[in-house]
């Protein structure tokens, strides 16, 4: 099993920045490709970006690119996103996800709590 442990949003005025930090345990974090999700309120959940499991790739939804930008340590089990430029409409709660790559199966299996993100206009 894995748990992960969301941290670092808040309250951030537009322009501002923000790190997001993503804990994870109970397997070997290697393994593990992450990805990060958000959701806002009256909206579905929207993918915002992911890397690989050695953080050789990364990929990033359109309307993130360019702003935010994910990267690991897997030394400390610890994948982050770094936002800037923020807008109010990046406005959400901020999740992030693991996929087991050993697997072989696609999606995400695990999950956060989820960290708010509120930007201020």
């Known amino acids: 099993q894995v748990q992960l442990v969301e941290s670092g949003g808040g309250l951030v005025q537009a322009g501002g920045s923000l790190r997001l930090s993503c804990v994870a345990s109970g397997r070997t974090f290697s393994n593990l490709a992450m990805g990060w999700f958000r959701q806002a309120p009256g909206k579905e959940r929207e993918f915002v970006g992911s890397?690989?499991?050695?953080?050789?790739?990364?990929d990033y939804a359109a309307s993130v690119k360019g702003r935010f930008t994910i990267s690991r340590d897997n030394a400390k089990n610890t994948v982050y996103l770094q936002m800037t430029s923020l807008k109010p409409d990046d406005t959400a709660n901020y999740y992030c996800?693991?996929?087991?790559?050993?697997?072989?199966?696609?999606?995400?299996?695990?999950w956060g709590q989820g960290t708010q993100v509120t930007v201020s206009s």
């Open positions: 996800a693991a996929n087991d790559v050993t697997t072989r199966r696609p999606g995400y299996d695990y």
């Open positions: 890397i690989s499991r050695n953080g050789f790739s990364t």
